[in-house]
């Protein structure tokens, strides 16, 4: 699985967008983009995939760049409990595992 | 909300001392993975049951064991306890797709937060 590298922390003032970047500069061509946060010592909460095309559910949209070398994960408006560390993973369709980083600790500031 | 739930919530060991955690997923969720979380990491994968049987394995020693049972329920054992073992120790299911293989998609439970002493 390709390797992900994150700012390590980033501040967004409430009701702003955040955009949290990533970087897979490895990524092969059957990888998927996944996206989750872990809010203070709780499981991970999934919040999108993607392969290449842009994709868009209730929490989230996650921007896919045309080489797939990175990708942006939007919170379209910050809220307090969006405060959490967040983790962008790329994996292999049918591998078993997902391979971890440190993610972005993100502080949404009212 | 998962469907994932792992018990207990906090547990306290001695080191030397063996340890059972426990993990239940929702139906249909045939894929259990389990991870370990020390402080101020990333998760870390230590194996994937699928259909009861093991389906892949992290770098970790064979004191960690687990199973998985019929009804969605699943175990991870460590036995002879060590400082380092302390940790969230998190459980992930995922649905099993159409022609029987696992999904991608992992849903985590709360963990489990052992302390060795």
């Known amino acids: 699985d390709a390797k992900t590298t994150q700012p390590p922390s980033m501040d967004c003032a409430e009701g702003r967008a955040a955009n949290l970047p990533c970087n897979h500069s490895?990524?092969?061509?059957?990888?998927?983009v996944y996206w989750y946060r872990q809010i203070h010592s709780q499981g991970p909460q999934y919040i999108i995939h993607?392969?290449?095309n842009n994709e868009t559910n209730e929490m989230a949209s996650l921007i896919i760049t045309e080489d797939r070398k990175s990708s942006t994960l939007i919170l379209p408006h910050a809220t307090l409990r969006d405060t959490a560390v967040y983790y962008c993973i790329v994996r292999s369709s049918g591998t078993y595992k997902y391979i971890f980083g440190t993610g972005t600790r993100l502080k949404v500031l009212a | 909300e998962t469907g994932v739930t792992q018990s207990p919530t906090h547990l306290i060991k001695t080191r030397g001392q063996q340890v059972t955690l426990r993990c239940s997923s929702q139906?249909?969720?045939?894929?259990v993975s389990w991870y370990q979380q020390a402080l101020g990491q990333g998760p870390q994968f230590i194996f994937q049951?699928?259909?009861?049987?093991?389906?892949g394995r992290g770098n970790f020693p064979p004191r960690f064991s687990g199973l998985q049972f019929p009804n969605y329920s699943s175990e991870l054992n460590v036995n002879a306890l060590e400082l380092d073992d302390s940790a969230l120790y998190l459980c992930?299911?995922?649905?099993?797709?159409?022609?029987?293989?696992?999904?991608?998609?992992?849903?985590f439970g709360p963990g489990t937060r052992l302390t060795v002493l």
């Open positions: 490895t990524i092969s061509g059957n990888e998927y």
């Open positions: 993607g392969l290449k």
């Open positions: 049951y699928y259909r009861e049987e093991e389906n």
């Open positions: 992930a299911s995922s649905l099993e797709l159409a022609g029987g293989r696992p999904g991608d998609t992992q849903y």
């Open positions: 139906s249909g969720h045939n894929t």
